[in-house]
């Protein structure tokens, strides 16, 4: 026996899973997570993606390997690098999932220590993370009162 243990979480369309598999634990999470990213709020709102994540998976390995619903990895990791570009992490997890869509090839399963590092629902906890989204939300912000025209003239 594989002696793994289960955790439901809530995908907004009644459930998740975590299956012990011949001692490998695997998370199957619907739209809980959608590999580098997490799926709409169908039920709930952010705070219950937040539960999710850093209350309801706290416990389970790094090692779990994560099956989404969905596999939007490659999009996701590309949202992921506009938010820190700066971050090597995220840019060898996107080349990797370049590389394997390249030749056609799956990009699931992730693992959960990819997902704590890389996705940024995950990273939200970090602090300077937080405060690269903050600047960045600002600077959107700040580009939508311009008057349109001065976005292209860099006036204003």
Not at 7 to 13: I, R, Y
Not at 30 to 52: E, K, L, S, T
Not at 77 to 100: G, Y
Request: hydrophobic share 40%; aromatic share 8%; charged share 25%.
């Amino acid at each position: 026996g594989g002696g793994g243990r289960g955790a439901a979480v809530d995908d907004g369309g009644g459930g998740g899973a975590l299956i012990p598999l011949h001692r490998v634990e695997a998370l199957f999470t619907g739209d809980a997570i959608i590999n580098g990213g997490v799926g709409a709020f169908f039920h709930g709102g952010p705070r219950d993606c937040y539960d999710n994540l850093h209350v309801r998976l706290a416990g389970v390995p790094d090692a779990a390997l994560v099956f989404s619903g969905h596999e939007y990895m490659l999009m996701n990791l590309r949202f992921s690098k506009w938010l820190d570009e700066d971050d090597e992490a995220t840019a060898v997890a996107l080349r990797e999932v370049v590389i394997r869509r390249h030749h056609h090839r799956s990009t699931m399963p992730s693992s959960l220590a990819v997902e704590r590092r890389v996705n940024p629902y995950f990273r939200i906890k970090e602090r300077k993370f937080l405060d690269k989204v903050l600047q960045l939300s600002a600077s959107i912000a700040a580009g939508k009162r311009k008057k349109w025209y001065h976005r292209f003239t860099g006036g204003g």
